[in-house]
């Protein structure tokens, strides 16, 4: 993957160093196929087809490529779409990319173009992504007796853990007042318990070749959940059913639970998210996060560490880089080359949110023994 | 009180939506038209700081679920004493809902019109002064 944040080259580019870099490490040259993430290139780059487009950028053009969109999980979404075709045997090793470029626009402008995965009708209101975080975290509060604290210390967890992840966007901690007193932007929500507008992209071979080497790892599950784009159409705000059904279908997969789960990256877009998350996923008995995360047993050296990565808090959300982000940190972990965050783990859970918990994946990754 | 709201209901599942809608979220069945009394509960509500292009800072967000269980966003010209569960009432404003809080007077109308036999009624004025008393008590454990 690229390094997260403000970054001058064209998404192409960053594209191809994250893709560059991947086929380097996996000793593979020439990939089956292509599939490529990317949410809305069309309006934050004006450039659309992106499939054959980074094909050609890659010296890969004559190589079967699809473009995958699931809003800001499009990433996750990819890596399931290559895991089904290998799967199902159309290809051996297929080459997963995924990034976005937004950081050359202004914000409002970049945040409507993310909003554009919202229901059409509340987005009539002048709902955004952070306004309806906003409603969830104010019922979070009132009706599972979460604290500004709790959400305010996973800010503070998440960029300690980024600060030392030399491809995280955030590479400075932040005190925990300094979170709870920064400026409010939809009420209780405050600035540093949403994640930056970050540039960048991330990749990775998935392949069926058993005579791998055993610096890979492997997916044991994958699982996808879906609910209403309109959030006016659920009623409980508290809790995201697309997390809970990827979860069991991606545990129901691997044979096994939340139990063997030793490191997790999750979508903590906005830090309440990662507290709804580990719930959703079962990582934590129901009511337990905020708890979990005071007493240190979700940071690393904890029981369960939680976006080692910074998640996208501290590394940072390109987008569509996102999903697979995760997947390289938990190969990272599971390797033992994560240096300078490295937990002990042999199984690891990424989980990923499309659009305000529209679409959202599991995956389950376990260390080669 | 404000006019009734125009509403959907899939004749599957018995579920409401606002505003009308063709097809049901969770079948693919045309939904019915029906009409809602513009009265619920807060479900949620946010001030937003930094609203996008064509709206005034601060915007006043309220998710309300009405009577039946369908929930609709509005507009409001402030969220000073609104909390989880404020009752309100909804007014539809050139197509766009606003909510505002209910007074005495809305609550008991509501009490009235819900209460069937006439010697109910009363009771359910008594009824309606009480709740605006709980209401003001934070509550607890029930879903959103």
Same mark, same amino acid.
Request: glycine residues 10%; hydrophobic residues 40%.
């Given at each position: 993957?690229?390094?997260?944040?403000?970054?001058?080259?064209?998404?192409?580019?960053?594209?191809?160093?994250? $893709?560059?870099?991947?086929?380097?490490?996996?000793?593979?040259?020439?990939? $089956?196929?292509?599939?490529?993430?990317?949410?809305?290139?069309?309006?934050?780059?004006?450039?659309?087809?992106?499939?054959?487009?980074?094909?050609?950028?890659?010296?890969?053009?004559?190589?079967?490529?699809?473009?995958?969109?699931?809003?800001?999980?499009?990433?996750?979404?990819?890596?399931?779409?290559?895991?089904?075709?290998?799967?199902?045997?159309?290809?051996?090793?297929?080459?997963?990319?995924?990034?976005?470029?937004?950081?050359?626009?202004?914000?409002?402008?970049?945040?409507?173009?993310?909003?554009?995965?919202?229901?059409?009708?509340?987005?009539?209101?002048?709902?955004?992504?952070?306004?309806?975080?906003?409603?969830?975290?104010?019922?979070?509060?009132?009706?599972?007796?979460?604290?500004?604290?709790?959400?305010?210390?996973?800010?503070?967890?998440?960029?300690?853990?980024?600060?030392?992840?030399?491809?995280?966007?955030?590479?400075?901690?932040?005190?925990?007042?300094?979170?709870?007193?920064?400026?409010?932007?939809?009420?209780?929500?405050?600035?540093?318990?949403?994640?930056?507008?970050?540039?960048?992209?991330?990749?990775?071979?998935?392949?069926?070749?058993?005579?791998?080497?055993?610096?890979?790892?492997?997916?044991?599950?994958?699982?996808?959940?879906?609910?209403?784009?309109?959030?006016?159409?659920?009623?409980?705000?508290?809790?995201?059913?697309?997390?809970? $059904?990827?979860?069991?279908?991606?545990?129901?997969?691997?044979?096994?639970?939340?139990?063997?789960?030793?490191?997790?990256?999750?979508?903590?877009?906005?830090?309440?998210?990662?507290?709804?998350?580990?719930?959703?996923?079962?990582?934590?008995?129901?009511?337990?996060?905020?708890?979990?995360?005071?007493?240190?047993?979700?940071?690393?050296?904890?029981?369960?560490?939680?976006?080692?990565?910074?998640?996208?808090?501290?590394?940072?959300?390109?987008?569509?880089?996102?999903?697979?982000?995760?997947?390289?940190?938990?190969?990272?972990?599971?390797?033992?080359?994560?240096?300078?965050?490295?937990?002990?783990?042999?199984?690891?859970?990424?989980?990923?949110?499309?659009?305000?918990?529209?679409?959202?994946?599991?995956?389950?990754?376990?260390?080669?023994? | 009180?404000?006019?009734?709201?125009?509403?959907?209901?899939?004749?599957?599942?018995?579920?409401?939506?606002?505003?009308?809608?063709?097809?049901?979220?969770?079948?693919?069945?045309?939904?019915?038209?029906?009409?809602?009394?513009?009265?619920?509960?807060?479900?949620?509500?946010?001030?937003?700081?930094?609203?996008?292009?064509?709206?005034?800072?601060?915007?006043?967000?309220?998710?309300?679920?009405?009577?039946?269980?369908?929930?609709?966003?509005?507009?409001?010209?402030?969220?000073?004493?609104?909390?989880?569960?404020?009752?309100?009432?909804?007014?539809?404003?050139?197509?766009?809902?606003?909510?505002?809080?209910?007074?005495?007077?809305?609550?008991?109308?509501?009490?009235?019109?819900?209460?069937?036999?006439?010697?109910?009624?009363?009771?359910?004025?008594?009824?309606?002064?009480?709740?605006?008393?709980?209401?003001?008590?934070?509550?607890?454990?029930?879903?959103?």
């Amino acid at each position: 993957m690229t390094r997260f944040g403000r970054r001058n080259e064209d998404l192409p580019d960053l594209m191809a160093e994250a $893709a560059l870099a991947t086929m380097t490490d996996a000793g593979v040259e020439h990939p $089956a196929a292509l599939v490529v993430a990317a949410m809305n290139p069309e309006e934050f780059t004006g450039e659309g087809n992106y499939g054959s487009l980074l094909g050609t950028r890659l010296g890969l053009s004559r190589v079967p490529a699809i473009r995958v969109e699931t809003a800001t999980s499009s990433g996750a979404a990819a890596v399931y779409t290559a895991y089904a075709a290998i799967a199902a045997g159309l290809h051996r090793s297929i080459l997963v990319v995924g990034g976005e470029k937004m950081s050359h626009m202004a914000t409002p402008r970049a945040s409507e173009i993310i909003g554009r995965s919202i229901d059409a009708h509340e987005r009539g209101y002048g709902t955004t992504m952070p306004a309806l975080a906003g409603l969830i975290t104010r019922a979070l509060m009132h009706r599972r007796g979460v604290t500004l604290r709790e959400i305010s210390q996973v800010a503070v967890k998440n960029h300690a853990q980024g600060a030392r992840n030399p491809f995280a966007h955030f590479q400075e901690p932040v005190k925990l007042e300094a979170v709870m007193e920064s400026r409010l932007v939809a009420d209780p929500l405050r600035l540093f318990h949403c994640c930056p507008i970050s540039d960048g992209a991330a990749a990775l071979l998935l392949t069926s070749d058993p005579a791998g080497s055993p610096r890979r790892v492997r997916i044991t599950g994958i699982g996808q959940g879906a609910d209403t784009i309109a959030v006016r159409y659920r009623s409980d705000l508290t809790t995201f059913a697309a997390t809970q $059904a990827a979860a069991q279908a991606a545990y129901r997969m691997a044979g096994y639970g939340p139990e063997r789960v030793e490191v997790a990256e999750i979508h903590d877009a906005f830090t309440p998210f990662e507290l709804i998350s580990l719930e959703d996923t079962g990582l934590v008995p129901p009511g337990k996060a905020g708890r979990a995360t005071l007493d240190g047993e979700t940071a690393v050296g904890g029981r369960l560490p939680v976006n080692p990565s910074g998640g996208l808090k501290a590394r940072g959300h390109p987008l569509a880089a996102t999903g697979i982000s995760q997947l390289v940190e938990l190969t990272w972990q599971l390797r033992g080359t994560a240096e300078g965050r490295q937990v002990p783990a042999r199984v690891g859970l990424a989980q990923s949110i499309g659009g305000l918990a529209t679409n959202n994946w599991v995956t389950l990754v376990e260390a080669r023994r | 009180m404000a006019q009734e709201l125009r509403a959907s209901r899939c004749p599957r599942c018995r579920r409401l939506v606002v505003p009308p809608a063709s097809l049901c979220p969770d079948h693919p069945v045309k939904m019915e038209a029906a009409v809602l009394p513009p009265l619920g509960e807060v479900v949620s509500f946010t001030t937003l700081h930094s609203p996008p292009e064509g709206f005034r800072a601060p915007l006043h967000l309220a998710l309300v679920e009405l009577e039946g269980g369908a929930r609709l966003f509005c507009h409001g010209t402030a969220t000073d004493g609104v909390k989880i569960g404020s009752r309100v009432s909804v007014e539809a404003v050139d197509s766009v809902f606003y909510f505002s809080n209910m007074g005495f007077t809305d609550r008991a109308r509501l009490f009235w019109r819900r209460a069937g036999a006439r010697g109910e009624r009363v009771a359910a004025i008594g009824k309606s002064v009480v709740k605006g008393v709980w209401n003001r008590r934070p509550r607890g454990q029930d879903q959103d």
